[in-house]
């Protein structure tokens, strides 16, 4: 998934710094080794060249019995298939109800989920993994590789399917036994791993999903997964709540139930946090205005994320205006960066002008850039591309739909309108819910300019989705042959050195083109009540443990 980076695909995650691994050792062997953490909490154990889970404590021992975590949710997700479609508020849940074959920790780490263990093949064409062997479908019905292989070529097989391009180069997924899967990929790929780790690649069940449509299924709505909470009942804009899975394969869950509220609204959230009605807010909508009285109070905790993850205007290239290059230029030179982040983000962010995160630095051009401040040459620039000011005062209206991610996105749009208008360029903002966005933008294609927010990780092969002709998430018709060129190289490229070189020429070229406008980057503050611990954010071995978004750790501390 982000509030200042809610789009989780559009997404969000932190840093790229590595422990015990050079981020060139990192690439090049696809996963991530040498984890250490504390032996109350769990370890990561090396075997077969990569990171196996053992549990501290006896898993049997530890299902549920402390209550009720009541967590924000900002608002209502499409289904709860969390693999067909873009579905940033089904994505957090998803966590909770379905497992991963590998997940990724806080430091952008590969670490396991229901492959304990996995070792890649001398010439990087297969990648074994070995599965858990007491893992269960909230049915009961036993995890197999059979569901393994059925996923993974159900995505790669399915146009739209939100993983498909990042995992395009597996050909076939071989069963020996039934937790072994062999995954056969076209060509070596340093970034495979970290791809089969991120969005849309949760395991699915075989047996209720062969044979059927997949968008329509009925478990999309009553989903049946194999992660640590069994869903119970979905009320639409009220609250989702899951219960404890005491089949669950590993440590955990401590929590009886999650209730996630459904709260898209700032103000509400923080009563409902002063109120004792919420014990926790991840999703970074708490006002950031407001984070110094929550502090103060003395019952919460608060704690500050850094996304690799860019903040961006996207224009429509397939229209007359915005698919002008010098139009690109003077918008871009018509956005104060500085402004947008004191104002729309109320300084929780910082100004960025590369096409990608500087958090993740070993990947970022820096020297590829978005055109900076310059209003006025903005304005010399639109009266040449023949735009002069009409008789209201404004050279032409641009349809500017954004999402509805509460009030910093609101915040953001109405400052980056103000900043068009002082160059002469009108937009009309319509914000909409995800599902009335996606349906304007992406689907109808009736928009001028729009803005995203997404997790550029777990390395530079995610610009692809966002870049690459036909790519994913690439609604805006940007299309350059020698960018879908080099991106296609740079994934089957075995040596790291020379596919971040790639990747770096692809940003260059994106420079060049002014694709979008990078704007900030993202980062908030999560609240939540000092008695809870074992929530996957910075600061707490949860998240490298079983991955960034799983509450199987969570513990509240007796009063």
């Known amino acids: 998934m ?32 040498g984890l250490s953490l504390p032996a109350a909490s769990g370890v990561i154990a090396t075997v077969l060249g990569a990171p196996v889970r053992v549990f501290a404590q006896d898993a049997a021992a530890t299902k549920g019995g402390q209550g009720t975590l009541v967590v924000e949710q900002s608002g209502d997700p499409v289904s709860f298939n969390p693999n067909y479609t873009i579905d940033d508020f089904g994505y957090p849940i998803a966590f909770n109800t379905h497992s991963m074959l590998v997940t990724l920790s806080q430091d952008v780490e590969v670490i396991p989920d229901i492959a304990e263990s996995w070792e890649t093949s001398e010439d990087g064409l297969t990648i074994t993994f070995h599965l858990v062997q007491n893992a269960k479908w ?35 997924v071989d069963t020996p036994d039934d937790y072994t899967a062999v995954f056969n990929l076209s060509s070596p790929s340093s970034q495979f791993l970290g791809f089969l780790a991120w969005y849309a690649t949760f395991l699915l069940p075989k047996h209720l999903y062969e044979g059927t449509d997949w968008s329509t299924n009925p478990v999309n709505q009553t989903p049946i ?3 640590p909470f069994k869903f119970v ?14 089949d ?36 970074g909508l708490f006002p950031t205005d407001s984070l110094a009285n ?20 996207v224009f429509n290239h397939g229209r007359d205006i915005t698919g002008n290059i010098e139009v690109r230029r003077a918008i871009g030179e018509a956005i104060d960066r500085a402004q947008i982040v004191e104002r729309g983000l109320s300084g929780a962010g910082t100004p ?16 590829a850039t978005a055109p900076d401040y310059d209003p006025e040459n903005s304005k010399a620039l639109l009266d040449e591309a023949g735009y002069p000011v009409q008789a209201d005062g404004y050279r032409f209206k641009l349809s500017f739909p954004y999402l509805a991610f509460g009030d910093a996105w609101r915040s953001i749009a109405q400052v980056i309108q103000a900043q068009l208008r002082e160059v002469g360029i009108d937009s009309e903002l319509v ?9 304007r933008v992406a689907t109808d294609d009736n928009y001028d300019i729009t803005y995203l927010a997404g997790f550029l990780g777990p390395g530079p092969g995610a610009l692809k989705n966002r870049y690459g002709t036909g790519g994913g998430i690439n609604f805006w018709h940007y299309s350059n042959v020698e960018v879908d060129k080099l991106l296609d190289e740079a994934a089957s490229e075995p040596n790291a050195e020379e596919a971040t070189a790639k990747y770096k020429q692809v940003q260059a070229l994106l420079a060049e083109d002014i694709a979008s406008i990078p704007f900030s980057g993202a980062a908030t503050t999560f609240v939540y009540r000092k008695e809870i611990s074992g929530l996957p954010v910075p600061g707490d071995a949860a998240g490298d443990i079983l991955g960034f978004g799983n509450f199987a750790l969570v513990q509240r501390a007796s009063s």
Request: charged letters at 25%; hydrophobic letters at 35%.
């Open 294 to 313: 929550v502090e103060a109070d003395g019952r919460f905790t608060t704690v500050e994320k850094v996304y690799a993850s860019n903040f961006y205007i």
């Open 352 to 367: 960025v002008n590369t096409y990608y995160t500087p958090v993740i630095s070993w990947a970022n051009n820096s020297d």
């Open 138 to 172: 909230h049915d009961g019905t036993p995890v197999t590789s059979a569901d393994v292989k059925w996923t993974y070529e159900k995505i790669v097989s399915t146009e739209g399917a939100p993983g498909r391009d990042n995992l395009i180069m597996l050909e076939s």
């Open 2 to 33: 982000d509030d200042q980076k809610k789009v989780g695909v559009f997404e969000s995650l932190v840093r790229s710094e590595r422990n015990g691994i050079s981020r060139r050792e990192f690439l090049r062997r696809g996963l991530a080794l």
């Open 233 to 246: 009942e979905y009320v639409a804009g009220d609250h989702i709540t899951l219960e404890a899975n005491p």
């Open 225 to 227: 997964g194999s992660g």
């Open 431 to 439: 914000e909409l819910e995800p599902s009335a966005w996606n349906a």
């Open 248 to 283: 669950y394969f590993g440590e955990g869950p401590y929590m009886d139930r999650i209730v996630y509220r459904i709260i898209p609204d700032a103000a509400t959230l923080e009563q409902a946090i002063l109120n004792d009605e919420v014990d926790v807010d991840i999703s």
